[in-house]
């Protein structure tokens, strides 16, 4: 069997053409935008790490400040969330640990 190459051109308008595939891009753009921003919500463990460590010196510099004043105990509640913001990032980093 003899075989020819046989070269055309399909001229479509554009219109046609963007109607087809428009929405398609359209829905990967989407996705590849929520992806991109998931990602960047998503801190490395020693970013999140360090700032929470900040957030805990900050808050202890604060309720070393305001001893024995009338703001000690909103110095305190601070300490004890940053602590507890600590604490959390500390645990999420373990277990994705364990999961790798």
Request: no cysteine; proline share 3%; net charge positive.
């Given at each position: 069997?003899?075989?020819f190459?046989v070269?055309a051109t399909i001229?479509?308008?554009l219109a046609?053409?963007v109607?087809a595939?428009g929405p398609?891009i359209s829905r990967?753009?989407?996705?590849?935008?929520?992806?991109?921003?998931?990602?960047k919500?998503?801190?490395?463990?020693?970013?999140?790490?360090?700032?929470?460590?900040?957030?805990?010196?900050?808050?202890?510099?604060?309720?070393?400040h305001?001893r024995?004043?009338?703001g000690?105990?909103?110095?305190?509640?601070?300490?004890?969330a940053?602590?507890k913001?600590?604490?959390a990032?500390?645990?999420?980093i373990q277990?994705?640990?364990?999961?790798?």
């Amino acid at each position: 069997m003899k075989t020819f190459d046989v070269t055309a051109t399909i001229a479509l308008p554009l219109a046609i053409i963007v109607e087809a595939v428009g929405p398609e891009i359209s829905r990967a753009l989407i996705a590849f935008r929520r992806e991109e921003a998931k990602a960047k919500q998503a801190k490395a463990p020693e970013v999140a790490l360090r700032q929470a460590v900040a957030n805990v010196v900050k808050a202890l510099n604060g309720y070393e400040h305001a001893r024995q004043s009338a703001g000690e105990r909103a110095a305190f509640d601070k300490l004890i969330a940053s602590s507890k913001g600590l604490r959390a990032v500390f645990e999420e980093i373990q277990s994705k640990g364990r999961n790798q």
